[in-house]
């Protein structure tokens, strides 16, 4: 489902929390449990046919929580 929020992403980070999400990119927030794979700079979501780039600032965050450095 898609949802409208007034808010931060910095807010939304928060309210989710560490141990299931994290951020990817300035505009996306996504499930940990839900990434099928990594692909260069990019990323792809469990049963979705698109890819979502991974901002150069959380590169490192997205591989260490991931324990791929």
């Known amino acids: 489902k898609k ?4 808010t931060t992403m910095k ?4 309210k ?8 990817i990119h300035r505009s996306y ?9 990594i692909e260069f700079s990019n990323l792809r979501i469990e049963d979705k046919d ?6 150069g600032s959380y590169k490192e965050i ?4 991931l324990c791929l450095v």
């Open 29 to 37: 927030i996504v499930n940990i449990n839900k990434i099928e794979s």
């Open 3 to 6: 949802y409208i929020i007034h």
């Open 62 to 65: 997205l591989m260490n929580k």
């Open 50 to 55: 698109i890819l979502l780039p991974i901002g």
């Open 16 to 23: 989710l929390g560490p141990s299931m999400f994290i951020r």
């Open 11 to 14: 807010d939304i980070e928060v």
